[in-house]
């Protein structure tokens, strides 16, 4: 089985700028969540999506949204880039059932200049 | 409010030499338990969990964690460490009605001296 994916691995972009990640869970997993990596804070939950509804949300800003879709890949965008955003973006996916158990990718490492 | 400590930032071990690394957490709920691992520039490897049950848990590479609930611990362990081994470790607390949502401790760096 594949694993997850997450494209693009790397991205560089300017303050006040938006981008998009995008994730695809191993094929049979409907929920995908997403984490925030930084040397500051650690690791750190925003949301997760499980049947195209957000069934849980971090404590971010609402700069920071995210949507899925029927073939259960995910997407997740932040709109008006501060530097603070600079981090390595994870995403996980899980069959949600039973032991909860979360798949990693490799993560985008996002640079704001 | 729910939280992971890892007490030690970085270990440093002979390879060779067993580990264990700690873990405590604090969570209201009955927790379901994971260990980590990270290499550099790369994402999380599911090493172990706990969900119930035993309270030792074997788990990928050797390695081994012991649930204790009255310690509220959940400690990582090797015999006899590698030095592939080097990476940084998590622990992570979830539930299951937290659905997806994992708390991370802060992490801890493995280094292994040849």
């Known amino acids: 089985k594949a694993g997850v994916t997450q494209t693009p691995r790397y991205l560089i972009k300017t303050r006040g700028q938006q981008v998009t990640l995008s994730c695809s869970p191993i094929s049979g997993h409907r929920s995908v969540s997403w984490y925030q990596q930084t040397p500051g804070q650690g690791l750190q939950f925003l949301f997760e999506?499980?049947?195209?509804?957000?069934?849980n949300k971090g404590n971010f800003p609402g700069r920071f949204s995210g949507r899925q879709f029927s073939n259960s890949r995910s997407e997740m965008n932040v709109s008006t880039l501060e530097l603070g955003d600079s981090a390595l973006y994870l995403c996980a996916s899980s069959n949600r059932q039973g032991t909860y158990e979360q798949y990693f990718g490799p993560g985008t490492r996002l640079t704001v200049t | 409010a729910q939280s992971v400590t890892q007490p030690d930032i970085h270990i440093t071990v002979s390879e060779g030499a067993s580990l264990e690394l700690r873990c405590n957490y604090s969570y209201g709920a009955t927790p379901y338990l994971f260990w980590y691992v990270q290499s550099p520039g790369q994402g999380l490897q599911l090493l172990l969990k706990?969900?119930?049950?035993?309270?030792l848990v074997q788990g990928i590479k050797g390695f081994e964690a012991e649930f204790k609930r009255s310690q509220s611990s959940f400690n990582l362990r090797k015999p006899s460490v590698h030095w592939s081994d080097a990476a940084e470790y998590f622990c992570?607390?979830?539930?299951?009605?937290?659905?997806?949502?994992?708390?991370f401790g802060q992490g801890t760096e493995l280094s292994v001296k040849p």
């Open positions: 999506y499980f049947s195209e509804t957000q069934r």
């Open positions: 706990y969900f119930s049950g035993d309270t």
């Open positions: 992570a607390v979830g539930a299951s009605n937290q659905g997806g949502k994992l708390i």
